[in-house]
């Protein structure tokens, strides 16, 4: 029965339906062993198959690996070998490098070897570059001086190679240098002489032209010499000329004097040579050219080792130019930086303007 204007009410939910369990025994869908397939079995077989393939071929893959890397290492070691490992090593602390005070192109550098190999020295200066390579068979000490050319007026550069340890190593210094020259000329003028005195003459514009083309500023002086014991005046000087034509006029206009004995007084002449007004930033070079020895001492008392020593503290470089049997006289003045040759090469050592170190 219904009421006029309301719904009737939904029946409640019907229980779910109990399950019908299967008996034992009662008939259904066959069971079927996937594994025990033919088809399974076979496509079983061709998987070990590949995976046997691969198991080989990552061993194969494996091994040319391992001898690649061992190549490759072989490879490494022999270009390092060759290379870093050819350096010698070095005690970093132990390198010294030093100017000479009077040849500014010769350094002298020390260093120790600690394990063999070679060191590798490059200079630069300005335009000119050198290298050099030592080869050291053993630990040991070097103390060296090395002379090379270089460009007045500019640094002179040095790079030392050498290994620490397992990896290449550089050592710099920096050297500067003069770009100017006071040449002062020692001349023998007894009568001898004249045929040098000629050659002065005749060489001394071009010795002025070559030290142009070095880019080497350059001022010339003259002293003109005899004998103290036998003439007065025995000396004729003449400062710095203001250019290569007065000093030609000079050298043209030198007093001839009488040489008495056979020895002269070259020793002499350089002390008033090193009272010269010497330039304090110029390279100094005297140039002494006599045909016979020296008297010792001087008028003032000094001797030949005396004015090696003072050549020195004035940061001259003394050449001598004689006959050689005066070679073991003139090498008690000469020192360690003094050079001595024969009196016939003194014109073309001024034609080739030997001023830098050689």
């Known amino acids: 029965m219904s009421t006029l204007g309301n719904p009737a009410p939904n029946p409640p939910p019907s229980p779910p339906a109990s399950p019908v369990a299967r008996q034992p025994g009662a008939p259904g869908p066959p069971k079927v062993d996937m594994m025990a397939s033919g088809e399974m079995q076979a496509w079983l077989s061709r998987l070990k198959v590949e995976d046997h393939k691969i198991g080989k071929r990552n061993k194969y893959l494996a091994g040319i690996l391992a001898a690649g890397v061992l190549l490759l290492v072989v490879i490494l070691w022999v270009v390092y070998d060759k290379t870093i490992g050819a350096y010698a090593v ?25 394990s063999p190999g070679k060191v590798c020295c490059r200079r630069t200066s300005g335009d000119i570059a050198t290298e050099r390579i030592d080869y050291f068979d053993e630990a040991c000490e070097v103390d060296r001086n090395w002379s090379w050319g270089y460009q007045p007026g500019e640094n002179i550069d040095l790079v030392l190679r050498y290994r620490g340890g397992l990896f290449r190593k550089t050592f710099s210094a920096t050297a500067a240098t003069f770009d100017r020259a006071d040449i002062v000329i020692l001349m023998d003028t007894t009568e001898s002489m004249d045929p040098y005195i000629v050659e002065l003459k005749e060489k001394c514009a071009v010795f002025s032209e070559k030290l142009d083309k070095m880019a080497l500023e350059h001022r010339f002086a003259l002293i003109g010499f005899g004998d103290t014991s036998e003439a007065d005046p025995w000396l004729q000087e003449h400062g710095f000329a203001p250019d290569v034509g ?21 020793l002499d002449a350089l002390e008033k040579a090193l009272e010269l007004p010497l330039e304090e930033k110029a390279l100094r070079r ?14 003032s008392g000094a001797t030949a080792e005396d004015l090696r020593k003072r050549l020195r503290e004035h940061r001259v470089l003394l050449r001598v130019f004689s006959h050689r049997k005066f070679k073991p006289d003139y090498e008690k003045l000469l020192g360690e930086t003094g050079r001595f040759q024969e009196i016939e090469n003194f014109g073309k050592v001024l034609s080739e303007g030997r001023v830098l170190e050689d």
């Open 90 to 114: 070095i005690d970093p602390e132990s390198i010294r490098v030093e100017q000479h005070p009077i040849e500014q192109g010769r350094l002298r550098i020390r260093f120790n070897v600690i």
């Open 286 to 299: 005297f140039y002494l050219v006599t045909d016979a020895a020296y008297h010792e001492p001087t008028g």
């Open 246 to 266: 007065q000093f030609i006029t000079w050298t043209d206009q030198v007093e001839r004097f009488n040489g008495g004995d056979l020895p002269e007084s070259a």
